[in-house]
């Protein structure tokens, strides 16, 4: 079995596949036309790659050994030649358009970029939180468009993120009452007025019960009257993910005080909603 570490393109092949997947076919080889040495050996696999993963390689690490082995024994050129493939200039950008053309594809455009990233901030962002995965949706969907993904993908990652963050704090706090606002607020006042236990309840929200005792089981009833009093509203976050909602609670659990009192209010109040959400 052969690994094959391309972004986009399954990891795992045999033998067989890496044959059926890598070999120059029928107009394969009118593409190939009467291109020589390096040139010869790039353009294939430059092909065969952006058919596999709807993208070109960014350059020869990404290009598995076995394939190249593959290709160059196709196009009778020695492997060792790809180390002269320029990456860069005017012969691979024409390289690229080709195949491009071949494959009914285009490339893209500050106008999809705002589209893509448009789109992951509705779609994917409120149930996947990890940017690899963000990533892979990205491509899936330049694939289905037929379009050449964008070499700034982590450009629109974070503006999907940061319109997305954007959208659901806006939500949340449209959801929070004026007692409710003022109650979340009083969690980060310097001086905020103590529970029973000696602490605040930010402190408690972020602290580790401890060991079950009389003393621990009184400081949660304590803790659980100081929440229920903020009054969030039930249907706070019905419409969101259960592992969005937890993220965003971690996120306040590392926060200082000082921390959430710099950030912009809707987030503060957000992150403060969904420390407190997990006790109602």
């Not at 285009?106 to 589209?115: A, G, I, P, T, V």
């Not at 940061?162 to 706090?173: G, L, P, Q, W």
């Not at 400081?219 to 509203?233: C, G, H, I, Q, S």
């Not at 609670?249 to 809707?266: I, K, Q, T």
């Amino acid at each position: 079995m052969i690994r094959l570490l391309l972004p986009g393109v399954r990891q795992e092949w045999s033998t067989e596949d890496l044959i059926g997947s890598w070999t120059l076919v029928g107009e394969d080889w009118r593409l190939v036309g009467n291109k020589s040495g390096a040139t010869r050996l790039g353009f294939s696999l430059l092909l065969k790659f952006f058919e596999l993963g709807g993208r070109f390689p960014t350059g020869p690490e990404e290009l598995p050994a076995a394939a190249v082995a593959y290709m160059a024994d196709q196009v009778k050129v020695d492997p060792a030649l790809l180390d002269t493939y320029r990456w860069s200039g005017s012969t691979i950008e024409y390289h690229r358009a080709q195949v491009r053309d071949a494959c009914g594809f285009r490339e893209s455009s500050r106008s999809d970029e705002d589209k893509l990233a448009s789109w992951l901030a509705a779609e994917v962002c409120p149930v996947e939180l990890r940017d690899e995965q963000l990533r892979q949706a990205l491509l899936i969907r330049c694939r289905a468009e037929r379009i050449e993904p964008p070499g700034r993908i982590d450009r629109i990652i974070g503006s999907a993120r940061t319109t997305f963050e954007k959208r659901f704090c806006d939500r949340t706090v449209s959801r929070l009452s004026e007692l409710s606002i003022d109650r979340l607020n009083n969690l980060v006042t310097i001086g905020a007025a103590a529970l029973a236990s000696g602490r605040n309840l930010l402190a408690e929200l972020k602290s580790d019960p401890g060991k079950v005792s009389l003393e621990t089981l009184l400081r949660e009833v304590d803790k659980l009257a100081a929440v229920r009093a903020l009054e969030l509203p039930p249907d706070l976050f019905a419409d969101t993910s259960e592992k969005l909602v937890h993220a965003w609670r971690a996120r306040a659990a590392r926060s200082f005080p000082s921390d959430l009192r710099d950030m912009p209010e809707p987030t503060m109040l957000t992150l403060l909603a969904a420390l407190c959400w997990w006790i109602c």
